[in-house]
């Protein structure tokens, strides 16, 4: 079955360090890999996505992710954490032949302390 | 260019009657997928219209329906409400689908009591 998991689902980082989340993916076909963030009351705002290419890809707001097709796994990074980044973030998952249907993980939320 | 747009952005409904939201996708952006968002269910793909045609469709019963018009402005109706129903229903544009990025709106929160 098609999945997407999301292993943490709090997380609390201090102010200034760094930051990994993890995601890991079930899915038959070639993936489309997204990583998406969202404040309260807010929609959707895509950090990056990988469609094909070059394995790390850069993002918004200084975020990175790395696919490892290997161990099935697109995980999200920053080297150093702001208090606003405090929000729920997904990680989703496509392909060409699902047309826009994304399948996501269940979230983390990341709380920064100071 | 102005972004997503959803209205209402909140409604209360009561179990048995019937709901209609609209999206307002970004000027020249012809997808419009929807997704509902719940805690236990986290966030799940209902359809995604085309240039008015339903292009794809997730796993959700016939009670969910939607519709494009021309200026790809998009609506999904939920009739026969039930408590589950109660979700954040989000509505996504894109210019052709699938490699392209989806924007999504801020959402309308819907409670069904």
């Known amino acids: 079955a098609q999945s997407v998991t999301q292993p943490d689902i709090h997380i609390t980082v201090s102010e200034g360090a760094s930051l990994e989340l993890r995601c890991n993916y079930s899915?038959?076909?070639?993936?489309?890999l997204f990583w998406y963030v969202q404040s309260p009351g807010q929609g959707l705002q895509l950090l990056l996505k990988?469609?094909?290419?070059?394995?790390l890809v850069q993002g918004i707001k200084g975020f990175e992710a790395e696919f490892k097709r290997s161990q099935s796994s697109f995980n999200l990074r920053k080297p150093s954490v702001h208090w606003s980044d405090a929000a729920e973030y997904f990680c989703a998952v496509g392909a060409y032949q699902a047309g826009t249907a994304l399948i996501f993980g269940k979230g983390t939320t990341l709380s920064v302390s100071s | 260019k102005a972004g997503v747009t959803q209205t209402p952005r909140y409604l209360i409904k009561t179990r048995g009657q019937q709901v209609t939201l609209s999206c307002s996708p970004i000027s020249g952006h012809r997808s419009v997928s929807w997704y509902q968002q719940t805690p236990g269910q986290g966030l799940q793909f209902l359809f995604e219209y085309f240039s008015e045609t339903q292009r794809n469709k997730g796993n959700f019963p016939g009670r969910f329906s939607g519709r494009q018009f021309s200026n790809s402005r998009s609506e999904m109706n939920v009739s026969t409400l039930e408590l589950g129903d109660s979700a954040l229903y989000l509505c996504?544009?894109?210019?052709?689908?699938?490699?392209?990025?989806?924007?999504f709106g801020p959402g309308t929160r819907l409670l069904v009591l």
């Open positions: 899915y038959g076909a070639t993936p489309y």
């Open positions: 990988y469609f094909s290419g070059d394995t």
């Open positions: 996504a544009s894109s210019d052709m689908g699938a490699r392209e990025t989806q924007y």
